[in-house]
């Protein structure tokens, strides 16, 4: 399991993907995440913009990615 600790407020999904080199470029977080390959929290995300606080959880290919403050 990654974990991110925030910044800021807060995380957006395609950033975090990265973040955790899950995913090398925005590029290829965009397409992951518009092909419904991740989830958030266990729903399926398609926004790339969605905002992650803390306590998110993030999987993807079953990695996990949790975010904290």
């Known amino acids: ?6 910044r800021e407020e807060y995380i957006k999904l395609g950033q975090s993907l ?15 995440i518009e092909e419904g390959q991740v ?3 266990g729903v399926v995300e ?13 999987d993807f290919h079953g990695k996990t990615i949790k975010i904290e403050a």
Do not use: P, T, W
């Not at 990265?18 to 992951?32: I, T």
């Not at 398609?46 to 993030?58: E, M, N, P, S, T």
């Open 46 to 58: 398609y926004q790339r913009g969605k905002k992650l606080h803390a306590g998110d959880l993030v």
């Open 18 to 32: 990265k973040a955790a080199g899950f995913c090398e470029s925005g590029v290829d977080a965009k397409y992951a």
């Open 39 to 41: 989830k958030v929290n």
């Open 1 to 6: 399991m990654e974990i991110i600790k925030l």
